[in-house]
C-alpha cells in the first residue's frame, strides 16, 4: 500500500515557523533561466511576500498570476510555481508557519483555509511582514521572543481577516488532491529509475493520454519536463558540493546519460555544470 508524503519543514525550536529572505542574489543563484519550484505539498502553512516580481502560483488545476503581492498555501496543498519576471529590487519573504504550532494556538484550523482574495488590499499583512524582517535580520540572543510574538500578530491577522470555513467543494478537490499526492510521493521515491509515461500510467491503471493530461493539470509541467527539473533539483548539489564526476552523478540521479545531464543543467543554468562547479568553487 502506497503512503503519501509530505515535504518536511524544519523549525526552530525558539521560532516555530520557517522564515526566509530571498533576494536577486540568492533567485538567481539558484533559479538562474527558469524558476520553476516543482509541484509539492507539506503540512505547514505557507504564507510569502513576493515584491519586484512576477510568479504563476498552480494551486490543483487553477493558475494564479501574482505580482507584487502574497501568495498563500494552505495545508497540505500541492503547489508549484514558477517565474514570469523579476527586476533588480527582488525582495521575496517567505513564511512557513509550523502546523503543530497553528493547531496549538487554533485547534480548529483543520476546518477552515485562508483565503488572501477576501481582501484586494493587503497593507495590514504587509506592515507586519516589515516588522517581521527588521526583526529576522537584527537578531540578538532575546530577539527570537520578539519573533515569535509578530508570528502570532500574522497569524492573528489571517484569522480575523482572511478565514473561510471549508465547504464541500473544497472537501473534495482534497480528495482530488490526494490522488496526483500518490503520484507525486511515488515519482520522488523512484525519480532515479527508468520512469516513462507508460509505465506510471500502468501502474496507476490509465491509459498514457489520461495519465498525461492529468499529470499537467495538477504540476503545470509535463511529465517529462517535471521529471527532469526534479532530477536536476536532486543532483545540484552533489554538482556544486562534491567532487564527484559528471558521469557518477548523471547516473546516480537517473539521466540516460551524462550529455541528458549536461543539457538540462545548461539550460537551467545558462552553462555547463562543470564550468558552474568551478565558478562557485573559486567565489567561496
Known amino acids: 500500500m502506497e503512503t503519501v508524503k509530505y515535504e ?48 504563476v502560483l498552480q494551486v490543483g488545476k487553477e493558475k494564479t498570476v501574482i505580482e507584487n503581492d502574497f501568495t498563500c498555501i494552505n ?32 485547534p480548529n484550523i483543520d476546518d477552515v483555509v ?42 492573528q491577522c489571517l484569522l480575523d481577516n482572511y478565514m473561510i470555513p471549508k465547504d464541500k467543494t473544497m472537501r473534495n478537490s482534497a480528495k482530488n488532491q490526494e490522488k496526483i499526492k500518490k503520484v507525486l510521493s511515488y515519482l520522488h521515491d523512484h525519480y532515479q529509475e527508468d520512469l516513462t509515461l507508460k509505465s506510471m500510467a500502468q501502474h496507476y491503471s490509465m491509459s498514457p493520454e489520461h495519465f498525461s493530461r492529468k499529470f499537467h493539470n495538477y504540476t503545470g509541467r509535463t511529465f517529462r519536463d517535471y521529471k527532469t527539473n526534479y532530477r536536476l533539483m536532486k543532483a545540484y548539489d552533489d554538482i556544486v558540493n562534491s567532487d564527484s ?29 562543470l564550468k558552474y562547479r568551478k565558478k562557485r568553487q573559486k567565489k567561496a
Open 8 to 55: 518536511k519543514i524544519v523549525h526552530s525550536s525558539q521560532i516555530p515557523a520557517m522564515i526566509t529572505i530571498l533576494r536577486k542574489e540568492e533567485i538567481h543563484h539558484f533559479f538562474q533561466n527558469d524558476l520553476f519550484i516543482p509541484a509539492h505539498w507539506h503540512r505547514s502553512i505557507e504564507v510569502s511576500l513576493i515584491d519586484h516580481a512576477s510568479v
Open 114 to 155: 485562508f483565503d488572501l482574495s477576501i481582501k484586494k488590499d493587503h497593507q495590514d499583512l504587509r506592515l507586519l511582514y516589515q516588522k517581521l524582517e527588521k526583526l529576522y535580520l537584527h537578531q540578538n540572543e532575546t530577539t527570537y521572543l520578539s519573533i515569535a510574538a509578530c508570528l502570532l500578530e500574522i497569524l
Open 245 to 273: 564526476t559528471i558521469q557518477d552523478i548523471s547516473q546516480k540521479h537517473g539521466f540516460l546519460n551524462v550529455k541528458s545531464l549536461i543539457k538540462a543543467f545548461s539550460e537551467n543554468y545558462g552553462e555547463t555544470p
Open 75 to 106: 495545508s497540505g496543498v500541492v503547489h508549484s510555481l514558477w517565474g514570469n519576471s523579476y527586476d533588480e529590487e527582488v525582495h521575496c519573504i517567505i513564511v512557513i508557519l509550523s502546523y503543530d504550532f497553528v493547531r496549538k494556538v487554533y
